[in-house]
Nanobody, 114 residues
Framework: QVQLVESGGGLVQPGGSLRLSCAAS????????MNWYRQAPGKERELVAG????????NYADSVKGRFTISRDNAKNTVYLQMNSLKPEDTAVYYC???????WGQGTQVTVSS
């Protein structure tokens, strides 16, 4: 079955960086565009970044453009989210998923606070 395991979250000070990873299994990873999402307390889940199946096309929410970078390694069935210049408003649980949707992983908590 489809499994998505996010990792790499933690507590970081404003201006800091984190790199999130999402290990995928149960489907042919290289066939699918992948997205990163986040959900802050009391808010709807929102799309943060997306990457095409080959990795050649990426897109970002305006709120993270220029600070976050999505990438993927199809040989490792893993998608990454490099987050730089983090702000308190980036605090959320971060999830990855196939762009077409499907089962969700447990997410990884990112907290930006001094």
């Amino acid at each position: 079955q489809v499994q998505l395991v996010e990792s790499g979250g933690g507590l970081v000070q404003p201006g800091g960086s984190l790199r999130l990873s999402c290990a995928a299994s149960g489907f042919t990873f290289s066939y699918y565009a992948m997205n990163w999402y986040r959900q802050a307390p009391g808010k709807e889940r929102e799309l943060v970044a997306g990457i095409s199946s080959s990795g050649s096309i990426t897109n970002y929410a305006d709120s993270v453009k220029g600070r976050f970078t999505i990438s993927r390694d199809n040989a490792k069935n893993t998608v990454y989210l490099q987050m730089n210049s983090l702000k308190p408003e980036d605090t959320a649980v971060y999830y990855c998923n196939r762009a077409r949707g499907g089962a969700w992983g447990q997410g990884t908590q990112v907290t930006v606070s001094s």
